[in-house]
């Protein structure tokens, strides 16, 4: 499986968006302890599911201790706040955010 390498508290993830998950979920996180760790996001999300569903298996591998109720209400949160009007338009007059806009829009 391809993906690219993230960096997520001091230690290296894949990050792949894949089709192959389970019907009623939407990412999956490795364990901390397996050699080659990989976050895997369905492909067909987008938007604020994208977002929440990135945030959700992020912390997990930022900190696998944590529980999964608070897991899941913050990255929802996060989500949530991340996606107003006010965010949106701040992150996307970024100048490096509108070059990629860019550059995927000319593909």
Not at 13 to 30: E, M, N, S, V, Y
Not at 77 to 94: G, N, T
Request: some cysteine.
């Amino acid at each position: 499986m391809s993906g690219r390498i993230i960096d997520m508290a001091w230690k290296k993830w894949r990050l792949i968006f894949t089709k192959d998950l389970p019907r009623d979920c939407d990412g999956l996180c490795d364990s901390h302890s397996q050699k080659r760790k990989s976050i895997k996001i369905k492909t067909d999300l987008t938007g604020q599911a994208l977002l929440e569903t990135f945030l959700h298996e992020t912390h997990h591998a930022g900190n696998d201790s944590i529980c999964e109720d608070y897991v899941e209400r913050i990255a929802r949160d996060q989500a949530a706040s991340f996606c107003h009007k006010d965010c949106l338009s701040r992150f996307l007059s970024c100048p490096r955010i509108v070059e990629l806009i860019n550059e995927i829009l000319e593909k």
